[in-house]
Nanobody
Framework: QVQLVESGGGSVQTGGSLRLSCAAS????????MGWFRQAPGKEREGVGY????????YYANSVKGRFTISQDNANNTLYLEMNSLKPEDTGMYYC?????????????????????WGQGTQVTVSS
């Protein structure tokens, strides 16, 4: 049984930084695609980025590229999202998600937001 629990959200001012954590139990990093998504009030959930099965390679949405970094600590079963140079438009509920996938289908599943397992989310608020 996969369980994902996010933490680390909070309120920061523009230009600030936060690091989100996702404690992931039941995940097989060699065969699971893991990603971060976010949802602002009144908007659809959107992808922030993901890491390919097996770790290493990552993909980021254009809106966060160069500012956000996804990393994994396999020994502690934790996925991280390091967020720097935060902007008010980064405000939203941030979700960690995982799904079984191959190297070739991870991206497509991310674009369709079609992940099987989701955390409960952690709120990020960036004020100007």
């Amino acid at each position: 049984q996969v369980q994902l629990v996010e933490s680390g959200g909070g309120s920061v001012q523009t230009g600030g930084s936060l690091r989100l954590s996702c404690a992931a139990s039941g995940v097989t990093y060699s065969s699971d695609c893991m990603g971060w998504f976010r949802q602002a009030p009144g908007k659809e959930r959107e992808g922030v980025g993901y890491v390919f099965p097996g770790g290493g390679r990552t993909y980021y949405a254009n809106s966060v590229k160069g500012r956000f970094t996804i990393s994994q600590d396999n020994a502690n079963n934790t996925l991280y999202l390091e967020m720097n140079s935060l902007k008010p438009e980064d405000t939203g509920m941030y979700y960690c998600a995982a799904t079984q996938s191959s190297q070739y289908t991870c991206g497509a599943l991310y674009l369709r937001r079609n992940f099987r397992y989701w955390g409960q989310g952690t709120q990020v608020t960036v004020s100007s």
